[in-house]
Each structure stands twice: as C-alpha cells, then as structure tokens.
C-alpha cells in the first residue's frame, strides 16, 4: 500500500493525490471533447468517430433509465460522466506514478517514520482517483442528491413526496433503496479499480518475474475499467429514472 500526499487547510486534509487525477482527468476529457468537435465533417475522422461512438452508447445508457422522450435531455449528463470515468479508471493502469520508501516531504506528511507506521511502501504521486472511496462515493451520493432535487423541480415537493414514500408497503422498500443505493453504486466501481492497481502495485515490486502476469492483469484491468464506468453510469441513469419517473 502507498502513502498520498496530503495538506492540510481550513482544518481539513486534501490528498494531492485524488486532486491531481482528478483534474488530469478532467484535462483530458476536454481535451478530447474540443479536438473531437472542432472541425467537425460529414465524413468524420478517427477520433470524431470514436467520440460518435461514445455519445450513441451513452444515448443507449440513458435509455436504461428513461423513456426515449425525456432521454435526450439527460445525454449530456450520461456522456460526460461515463467518459470521465472512462479515463479516470484507465490512469492509475496507464499512468501510475510512484516513488520510493525513502522519500521526505514532511510538509506533505510523507516522511520514512509515518511510512512504517502505516505500513506503506512507498508514495503514491498519480493514480486513478476512482480507486479512492471518497471519490466514488462523492459522486454516487451526488447521482442521489441530484435525482431528488431534479424529481422534486418536475414533480414538485409533494409530488416526490407522495410518489415515494406515501405508496403503501413500498414507503419502506424506498427509503432503503434511498440508503442502500448509493453505497453500493460507489462501493462497486471503488472496489474493483482499487484491488486492480494494489495487485499492479505487488506485480511491479516483484520485478521482470512477473512481467508476463503483470501485462496480463494490466491488460484485464483496462477491460475491468470500460465495465465499471459503463455499470456505473447505467445505474447512475437507473436511479434517477426511479426518482425521477415516479409513473413508473
């Protein structure tokens, strides 16, 4: 396991590590989403393609959760996060940065002494900002807080209300879901990302004996990451659906 850096500020601690993957990602997300629509043409290129792509199966992800209708107005939302997750999950595969048991930065909490105590063996500068609970869970409870405030603006306060939790025996089966849900969405991207770049971080250690597993694991890894961020948003447009389309 590797320490983060981390500083302190306003009486809260922010890992350097989480801050700098995150808006890696978001760089890169832009990035391809301007060089993709800047010059766009009927007969597209490589990249306008690929982008193409991405948007018809984020219309499909939409369309899990909601009626063809109302889908559109949530592409947008299905895009950019299945898209950031896309990236953010391929980063500590692809672009894991890490130093050695005996670097010293106190003003970063890194120091040989906190190291041993919490067992680390060595810094961890860049990685995927999905392989930390705070993040994943951030954003599923974010996905939950913002289905509720979008029913309530469509529905109105008592519409949501009643439509979720004045339906009888069904009342309780909501409130759980309303707790359960996003626990597990976070919990499920959080888990696999971050058992797949601790086996990496072991792989790496053992030297050239196992570059042949490693380039094996690596590989699943990049295919573990599609599936999450595609699961992930799947279940993203599925809970706001249930909220959202209380009809249904």
């Known amino acids: 396991m590797e320490l983060t850096p981390k500083i302190e500020a306003f009486g809260t601690k922010f890992d350097l590590t989480i801050i700098f993957g995150s808006v890696l990602t978001a760089i890169i997300v832009l990035i391809l989403a301007i060089a993709a629509t800047r010059r766009l043409q009927m007969r597209p290129g490589k990249l306008q393609a690929g982008i193409e792509m991405l948007l018809d199966l984020s219309r499909n992800l939409t369309r899990m959760g909601h009626d063809d209708k109302k889908a559109e107005k949530y592409l947008g939302f299905s895009f950019t996060l299945f898209l950031f997750l896309l990236v953010a999950n391929q980063l500590g595969v692809i ?9 010293n930065i106190p003003a970063l909490g890194i120091t040989p002494e906190i190291m041993h105590e919490q067992n680390a063996h060595g810094v961890a500068w860049l ?23 979008i029913s309530m603006w469509i ?29 597990t969405h976070g919990m499920r991207i959080w888990a696999n990302i971050f058992a797949g770049e601790i086996l990496i971080g072991i792989m790496l250690q053992a030297g050239w004996a196992a570059s042949i597993p490693l380039a094996a694991w690596m590989g699943f890894s990049l295919f573990v990451g599609v599936m999450q961020a595609y699961v992930f948003t799947v279940l993203a447009n599925v809970y706001m659906g249930e909220k959202i389309n209380l009809a249904h």
């Open 95 to 103: 672009l894991m940065v890490t130093s050695g048991a005996d670097t």
């Open 127 to 149: 990685k995927s900002p999905t392989a930390d609970m705070s993040v994943t869970f951030a954003m599923s409870i974010g996905v939950a807080v913002g289905a509720i405030i």
């Open 155 to 183: 529905n109105g306060v008592g519409g949501y209300i009643k439509g979720r939790y004045l339906v009888g025996p069904m009342a309780l089966l909501h409130i759980f879901e309303g707790v359960i849900n996003p626990i």
